[in-house]
């Protein structure tokens, strides 16, 4: 019964949080519609999501969203460089592919999110085998190295929560 009622109590807390800062006021009545809304959209999409995800490592997450939001700030700082300083000329974009080594759909789409919420990168697509992501940069002299540190900042700790 209490599956059919909250079927993914994590994504209701999520939309609960997330309708609170969206509204930007803490008042019950933004309180109240969004866990309104928690309860509503985890019921009505549970068909998409026939298993929970499973998290191997819960307060792994809080790690990785500080360094998610470090990064974040990095990459404006370094993107807001290269448009007030850098002539085109000397820019090097391209498109990196990055090897994953996760396997659970959930992850992935947490790594590609986080790959475009940073500034710089975009992730474009998935491999049909859902083995590599490609990923285009602003500038990335050293394709090899970005890879890399995306594996190593993100897809590491991913592994370590999802999987």
Known sequence: MLRKVLPHPWLTLVVAVVWVMLVNVITLNAIVFG??????????????????????????????????????????IQVSLIILGKRNADLQPGWVTVPLDLRTPEAITVLAGTITMTPGTVSSDLSDDGHALLVHCLDAP?????????????????KEIFE
């Open 35 to 76: 866990l309104i809304l928690g309860f509503i959209i985890p019921i009505i999409t549970a068909a998409y999501w026939p298993e929970r995800p499973t998290l191997r490592n819960p307060m792994m997450i809080i790690e990785y969203v500080l360094v998610v939001i470090l990064d974040i700030i990095r990459a404006n």
């Open 142 to 158: 050293d394709p090899d190295a970005v890879a890399a540190e995306i594996k190593d900042r993100y897809e590491r700790r991913l």
